[in-house]
């Protein structure tokens, strides 16, 4: 009998280690959803939570590129569970400390900074529906559609203006911090739609709300948070200082990006420019008072940080841009899962991935953060699991008949859409290039989002909206005066429907076209540069071969660019070394092509040009054009970056 050896390699352990986690997972999860289903609101952190929580968490840790993770759980008015797990700082092997490492909470931060404002509020110095104008001497507030932007409107992310990051949203060195009047001075976003119609999201405008409070108080937005919220509810470990005070600044946990398969280290991400956006650094524990007090209606101990009216108006919803969608409240937002309502707010730095979670029904909450660029996905699975014990989903059936008329509502929604939290007017909205989000039919009263880590197959529930099969998450859409689709709407995100015209997909092919006829045309140009041509064939062939060297010499200069530099630095140096010297190429390219038009008849009277000479002029000139159109609507022509 022939004996076999088994050779076991490092992926099958890894796939074994993988399966026991999530067996044992969903052996501990079963018992607790057990546990929890006899008494839904008792929501007991207790040794088979914590049994359970371990193994979730292993099971991000095993599947993810992770170091370490810092959590705090608050129940009716104390702290019930405070966990750190992995690594602080990976080279020292430092575990994570819940009571002393500062992690960055990045756009949870905002929610100190709606505190402040409705603190104001209460005491009558701030008016949520003047003009904010009024609080802002140092320089113009957007107001290109004569109505006047609102504390109301930035609470909810409705100002009206276009999004943006690359070059000033980060910095990397305290040589880069300005004060925050002058950074929004020069780095103020153009207002594309007016106030109060859709949201988009606005680190700029909640940076301007962290202005307003220092006008208001007299004292900077740092210091106000610290007097009047960190110093009441004893969050020593927490501060919107950068640099970090000398006290703390040794307690601060690093930063990891992943680089060639592995973690490397970011070094600290300053935010102050933007800082009432999200330059906090704190603790999970010290986040604990914060949740606490408003978990309960505005009181820590005997500290009341707000008034129980001022809380209860602040967690109200204030904007949603459906029945069916979830709502903002006063810059806290909605979150719902298994039937039930929270609110909170995630945030996210480079390296940090945060997010807090409150139930007011249960006076329940969580706070967490990983120190990892993958702690994004990580973090999703967390909170989901952790909201799956506590409220267990209930089984949706899948049978369903299609509403009457869903084959034409389908037909109306697909399409490709993209998200209005964009850059509209400058360079760094050339992302937006590489592909729209699509949306198409998927079975009879049904959609899908073909796309990875988004997508999922959504069944019509109302007219014109479509519920995912897991019962979660719902799409629906707007329709404008003529009844035609204009939007989606997907949780807070409002998605434009694009045009044809418009679309990614077919500027890629424009552009794909124009760099073939470039091609075409360049060599076409050498083989026969002897050919003796004169008047308009002459200067219409100098035209388009000019134009296609300018098109084919931007690739060339992109590519260099682009391999030349380290694209994760964008988002600090942007925009990088040699893009203005490449931006030339699509101005001459527009020069060369307006000439070719302007060429285009008398090339077709010529006598030297036969039939087919002129239908290729034709085509390229065309083809041409169509891409000068493409590149004026990505920003590309002209230096557009602030």
Not at 133 to 147: G, K, L, M, R, S
Not at 161 to 187: M, Q, T, V
Request: proline share 6%.
């Amino acid at each position: 009998m022939q004996a076999y050896r088994v050779r076991v390699t490092s992926n099958h352990l890894g796939e074994c280690v993988r399966y026991l986690i999530s067996l044992s997972l969903l052996i501990i999860s079963l018992a607790g959803l057990q546990s929890v289903q006899a008494n839904p609101h008792s929501l007991p952190v207790d040794d088979r939570f914590q049994a359970y929580l371990d193994g979730l968490v292993a099971a991000q840790f095993s599947d993810y590129k992770l170091a370490g993770l810092t959590l705090v759980m608050v129940k009716d008015g104390k702290v019930v569970l405070k966990k750190g797990y992995g690594f602080a700082d990976l080279e020292t092997a430092t575990p994570v400390d819940p009571e002393r490492h500062l992690f960055r909470p990045g756009s949870v931060s905002k929610l100190f900074t709606w505190t402040a404002v409705m603190q104001l509020v209460e005491q009558g110095k701030l008016d949520l529906n003047a003009d904010v104008a009024t609080y802002v001497p140092q320089f113009t507030i957007p107001n290109e559609f004569d109505q006047p932007m609102t504390l109301t409107h930035i609470l909810t992310h409705t100002p009206g203006l276009e999004d943006g990051a690359a070059g000033y949203l980060f910095g990397d060195s305290e040589d880069d911090l300005i004060p925050l009047a002058e950074a929004l001075a020069k780095y103020t976003p153009a207002q594309v739609r007016p106030p109060g119609t859709y949201s988009s999201y606005s680190n700029w405008a909640t940076a301007l709300a962290g202005l307003i409070i220092a006008n208001v108080s007299g004292m900077s937005f740092e210091d106000y948070v610290q007097q009047h919220i960190f110093t009441p509810l004893g969050m020593q470990q927490a501060t919107f200082d950068e640099p970090l005070p000398a006290d703390i600044a040794a307690d601060m946990s690093v930063g990891y990006i992943t680089q060639q398969g592995g973690l490397d280290p970011l070094g600290f991400e300053y935010i102050k420019n933007f800082g009432p956006a999200g330059a906090m650094s704190a603790s999970a524990s010290a986040m604990a008072p914060f949740m606490i007090a408003h978990l309960n209606q505005g009181q820590f101990e005997d500290v009341e940080l707000l008034q129980p009216e001022t809380t209860a108006l602040m967690h109200s919803n204030l904007f949603t841009h459906h029945p069916s969608a979830i709502a903002w409240a006063h810059g806290f937002y909605e979150y719902h899962r298994n039937g039930q309502r929270f609110i909170g707010h995630a945030g996210d730095t480079i390296a940090f991935h945060s997010q807090m979670v409150l139930d007011l029904q249960h006076n329940f909450g969580f706070y967490l953060s990983f120190n990892a660029g993958e702690g994004a996905r990580a973090r999703t699975a967390i909170v989901d699991g952790i909201i799956d014990y506590f409220y267990p989903p209930t089984p949706i059936g899948y049978a369903y008949e299609p509403l009457a008329g869903s084959a034409e509502r389908i037909a109306e929604v697909a399409g490709a859409y993209r998200s209005n939290r964009r850059s509209f007017t400058k360079l760094e909205g050339v992302v937006g290039l590489a592909a729209d989000l699509p949306i198409v039919p998927a079975g009879e009263g049904a959609i899908s989002i073909p796309v990875p880590m988004i997508g999922g197959r959504f069944i019509e529930t109302e007219p014109y909206v479509f519920t995912e099969q897991s019962g979660q998450g719902v799409i629906s859409f707007g329709r404008n005066a003529d009844g035609q689709v204009t939007h989606a709407f997907m949780g807070l995100l409002a998605a434009d429907k694009v045009p044809a015209t418009q679309q990614a997909g077919n500027h890629q092919l424009i552009v794909l076209l124009a760099l073939l006829a470039s091609l075409f045309v360049v060599i076409n140009g050498i083989r026969n540069r002897a050919t003796q041509l004169t008047g308009p064939a002459l200067w219409g062939n100098r035209s388009v071969v000019g134009a296609a060297a300018c098109n084919l010499l931007l690739v060339v200069g992109l590519l260099a660019v682009s391999t030349s530099f380290d694209m994760n630095r964008a988002v600090f140096d942007f925009p990088p070394p040699g893009t203005g010297a490449v931006l030339v190429f699509p101005i001459f390219s527009l020069v060369f092509t307006i000439a070719a038009l302007v060429l285009l008849v008398p090339v077709w009277m010529s006598p030297q040009c036969g039939v087919w000479a002129r239908l290729r002029y034709t085509y390229v000139t065309l083809v041409f054009t169509a891409l000068c159109l493409v590149f004026n609507y990505w920003n590309m022509i002209g230096w557009k970056y602030y």
